[in-house]
């Protein structure tokens, strides 16, 4: 082999390894500068609060700010769009959550594949549903609402705070599994929403607990049921759905994610601080049980099969975006 030969191959090996070596160097120093984090709901949001709670937390461990930036509307569709389109150098994250998995199947025409094109790297938390009643209902467990929503068809409302949301998709699964319809009252955002429920104007709501129980806890809605498998720790005498319609189960989950092709290395190390994070004291006190620590692979996993999951009930249902 002729010495041009050699250097020719050093050349191209070099070439060839240059992505390679520039990235670990990138994921060694990481993070030098400020990290975007894109969140696709409204400031005071839960996405948000989530963000903001963990934002602080990695901008004091890694000595670099982590700037909220909220871009809502379309389902979280305009800020995950914003993220597929940043470089993949890890300084633009996305707060993500059980609203992309619905999104992927509601939004027909979307420019991106959630999936594909984010990258996850970290839970934060899981939240469950609990079906929560107006008191002047008549029916007081989920027994007897099934009962009185075949007797009355047509005459049980519920609220949601939109089609694309956790707590309406759950809705749909309870209508299916329980074969009953009741009367569908969309609101633009959950507080209203909860208002009206508690002053009677709509009957029932699926809602997340975190926002319910103090007005379960004040007599002010009557709790039929909680969503996930078991039994909430924090209400346990209240029944898990499952009880009634076995195999039942659904949540609200919040983590973050990248855009693909993010260093592996930076994936690893975000994943290692937000969890160290989640074990922190303060931030265990706020967010209680609700806490998911998860390897970014096994966060993956949760993504896909609560995206397949929806997309059978949005189908099933015939969901269309509002």
């Not at 597929?84 to 199947?105: C, E, K």
């Not at 989920?142 to 049980?156: F, M, R, S, T």
């Not at 209240?238 to 592996?264: D, H, I, K, Y």
Request: aromatic share 6%.
């Amino acid at each position: 082999m002729t010495l041009e030969r050699r250097q020719f191959l050093s050349l191209v090996a070099g070439m060839a390894l240059s992505p390679i070596v520039a990235q670990r160097a990138m994921a060694q120093a990481y993070p030098t500068r400020p990290v975007r984090w894109i969140v696709g709901g409204t400031a005071g949001s839960p996405t948000d609060t989530y963000a903001r709670l963990l934002g602080q937390w990695l901008s004091e461990r890694l000595g670099q700010p982590f700037v909220i930036e909220n871009r809502p509307g379309s389902g979280g569709n305009i800020g995950t769009a914003a993220v597929v389109r940043a470089p993949v150098d890890g300084y633009t994250l996305l707060l993500v959550s059980a609203t992309n998995a619905i999104s992927a199947t509601l939004y027909e025409k979307l420019n991106f594949d959630f999936i594909r094109d984010i990258a996850p790297v970290a839970a934060i938390a899981r939240v469950p549903l609990v079906l929560v009643a107006n008191p002047k209902l008549p029916a007081k467990t989920v027994p007897e609402l099934i009962a009185y929503a075949k007797a009355n068809p047509g005459k049980v409302s519920m609220a949601s705070a939109g089609k694309g949301t956790s707590p309406y998709v759950c809705a749909q699964l309870f209508k299916m599994m329980a074969g009953i319809d009741m009367v569908h009252v969309p609101y633009s955002s959950q507080p209203p929403a909860l208002t009206d429920l508690i002053g009677g104007q709509v009957q029932v709501m699926f809602d997340g607990i975190s926002s319910s129980i103090e007005h379960v806890k004040a007599g002010s809605l009557r709790p039929l049921a909680t969503t996930v498998a078991m039994r909430w720790r924090e209400l346990p005498d209240v029944p898990a759905m499952s009880e009634f319609l076995p195999g039942f189960e659904a949540s609200a989950w919040f983590g973050v994610g990248a855009p693909r092709n993010t260093p592996v290395k930076i994936i690893e190390l975000l994943n290692r601080e937000i969890n160290a994070g989640l074990a922190d004291s303060k931030i265990k006190e706020r967010l209680g049980d609700t806490v998911l620590t998860m390897s970014s692979a096994d966060f993956g996993r949760l993504i896909v099969n609560d995206t397949e999951k929806w997309a059978k009930v949005i189908r099933a249902a015939g969901i269309k975006p509002d």
